[in-house]
Each structure stands twice: as C-alpha cells, then as structure tokens.
C-alpha cells in the first residue's frame, strides 16, 4: 500500500512558477512509475508528465519546456516545477504512482492516488 500526499499548489500570476511536491509512504517508491494529472472543471483528467522508476521523463506538449518532474528515491518525494504558467494550466493536480510497464498516459495504469492541490494561475 503506498498513501500519496501532494503540496505545493496555489495562486500565482501568469508566467510565476510553482513547485508541487508528492511525499510517498512504503518502502517500494523507488520501484514505482510516478505520475502528475491535472484535472480542470469539466474536463478528463489528463497527465502532464511521468517519470519512470530509472528517472526518464516525459512530458504533454502542452507543458514541454516548462514543467519538469523529478523523483528523489531517498527521500521517497516526486517533484513538478512549473514555470511559465499560463490561465490555461489552472486545475487540481494529482500526483499517482503505478506499477513499470504500464500505459504511463492513462489514470487506469496507475493504483495509487493523493488527494490533489489546487494550482490556479491568474491572467
């Protein structure tokens, strides 16, 4: 069982920077794809980015260049820098974890959830 908490959200103006981190319990994170979703009101929930249990990452189109997700194995704690925000990045986002191998785009490949920071950027 992994238990995700996630912090770091708030209110920033457009082209401010956040930091949201994912803090994870268990002795098996480092073994974890680790996943950051957002969901907007109205709208699928979406991943922006994943990094995978070797450190790859990858990155939505939308957010190449300006987001950049990290993972410190040691301290069990994944990390989303967001820079250059935009109105249009304003969502809650989550951060989840899910066995390698699997589709690292689609909520079902993941089994575990925190439960969401509200990022909202003002233009």
């Known amino acids: 069982q992994v238990q995700l908490v996630e912090s770091g959200g708030g209110l920033v103006q457009a082209g401010g920077s956040l930091r949201l981190s994912c803090a994870a319990s268990g002795r098996t994170f480092s073994s974890y794809t680790m996943g950051w979703f957002r969901q907007a009101p109205g709208k699928e929930r979406e991943c922006v980015a994943a990094i995978t249990r070797s450190g790859s990452g990858y990155y939505r189109d939308s957010v190449k260049g300006r987001f950049t997700i990290s993972r410190d194995n040691a301290k069990n704690t994944t990390f989303l820098q967001m820079n250059s925000l935009k109105p249009e990045d304003t969502a809650v986002y989550y951060c989840?974890?899910?066995?390698?191998?699997?589709?690292?785009?689609?909520?079902?490949?993941?089994?575990?959830w925190g439960q969401g920071t509200q990022v909202t950027v003002s233009s």
């Open positions: 989840a974890a899910g066995p390698w191998g699997r589709n690292i785009w689609v909520p079902k490949s993941y089994n575990y």
